[in-house]
C-alpha cells in the first residue's frame, strides 16, 4: 500500500462515521439516479470500489444486484457489513486497494466520491475495466470543476484546504476522457446539480487551514461546480455539480 493510501486508510477510519450521516451522501434520490445511470443488466455481479459505508452498494442491492465492495478503510468496510448485512450472500466487503484487488470477472463497477481522492485516476478506472468482463460496464461518479484554469485552481485550493485526503476534482470533460484512455465505448455523461452547506461539509473534512480563512476563501470567487450562495441566516450554500460518466468495455 502506498503512502497516499495509508494516508487515505487513517482519515476515512476517523471520518466513517460523520461521512455516513452526511444528508447529501444518503440521499434518496441520487442513489436512485445513480442506479437508473447505470442501467445494468438484471441481476448484475457489481464491484463497488471504494465502497465506503455501503451507501451504494445498499443502493444497488436494493435493485436486485449483487455487490462485492472494496475499501482501504477497515472502518467504513465494517459499516458496509453492518448495513447490508440483509442481504447476505449478495454482499461481500473486504478492505484493500481497488489497484490489488483480485476478484471477479464482474459485469459492472462503480465508484462514487473516489477519483478526486486517488493520485491516478487513470490507474484507478483501468483497475476496473480489468476486472469487468467483456461488455461490462464501468460508472464513475464524481463532483466536478470548472475548465478554465483559473477558477479550478481557486476551487482546489480550497478543497485541500478543508481535506488533506484530497487530490484533484477533474472536470466533467476530464472525467470523460479518463474513461476513453482507459478503453471504454459508448460513453455517457450526465451532470447534475446538488448543494452543500458550508459548515456541514466543512466540519466532516480533515482541514488543513481554520475554518475562518477557508470561509473567507470560499466567499472570494465562484467556479463551474462550486458556487458559494450566502444566506440570510449567515450560512452558506454551495451549489454543485457531480458528473456521472458511464461506459462499456469493448467485446473480447
Ligand atoms: C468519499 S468516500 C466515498 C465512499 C462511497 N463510494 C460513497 O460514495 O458512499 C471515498 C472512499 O474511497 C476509498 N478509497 C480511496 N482510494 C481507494 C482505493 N485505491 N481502493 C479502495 N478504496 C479507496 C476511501 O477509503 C474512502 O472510503
Same mark, same amino acid.
Given at each position: ?59 444497488? @442491492?436494493?435493485?436486485?444486484?449483487? +455487490? ?45 466520491? +473516489? ?6 485516476? @487513470? ?54 476522457? +479518463? ?38 476563501? +470560499? ?34
Amino acid at each position: 500500500m502506498s503512502d497516499h493510501d495509508r494516508e487515505l486508510s487513517r482519515a476515512f477510519d476517523g471520518q466513517a462515521e460523520q461521512f455516513e450521516r452526511a444528508p447529501v451522501q444518503t440521499d434518496p434520490a441520487a442513489l436512485g439516479a445513480l442506479v437508473a445511470f447505470a442501467a445494468l443488466p438484471p441481476g448484475a455481479r457489481l464491484l463497488d470500489a471504494g465502497c465506503g459505508p455501503g451507501i451504494v452498494a445498499e443502493a444497488f @442491492l436494493a435493485g436486485g444486484h449483487s +455487490v462485492h465492495g472494496v475499501d482501504l478503510s477497515p472502518e467504513m468496510v465494517r459499516r458496509a457489513r453492518q448495513r447490508c448485512e440483509g442481504f447476505g450472500e449478495h454482499a461481500r466487503f473486504e478492505v484493500g486497494s481497488v489497484l490489488d484487488l483480485r476478484a471477479g470477472p464482474f459485469e459492472a463497477a462503480v465508484s462514487r466520491l +473516489v477519483v478526486h481522492h486517488v493520485e491516478d485516476p @487513470l490507474a484507478f478506472v483501468r483497475a476496473q475495466v480489468a476486472l469487468v468482463a467483456p461488455r461490462g460496464v464501468v460508472i464513475v461518479s464524481d463532483h466536478t470543476t470548472d475548465p478554465e484554469p483559473e477558477r479550478a485552481r481557486w476551487h482546489h485550493e480550497i478543497e485541500r484546504a478543508r481535506d488533506r485526503t484530497h487530490v484533484r476534482t477533474l472536470t466533467a470533460g476530464e472525467l470523460v476522457d +479518463v474513461l476513453a484512455r482507459a478503453g471504454l465505448e459508448e460513453l455517457r455523461l450526465l451532470e447534475e446539480p446538488f448543494e452543500l452547506d458550508f459548515d456541514e461539509w466543512f466540519d466532516r473534512g480533515t482541514p488543513t487551514l481554520p475554518k475562518d480563512e477557508v470561509r473567507r476563501r +470560499v466567499l472570494a470567487g465562484r467556479a463551474r461546480g462550486f458556487e458559494p450562495v450566502p444566506r440570510d441566516d449567515g450560512g452558506i450554500t454551495l451549489r454543485c455539480v457531480r458528473a456521472l460518466v458511464r461506459g462499456v468495455r469493448p467485446a473480447a
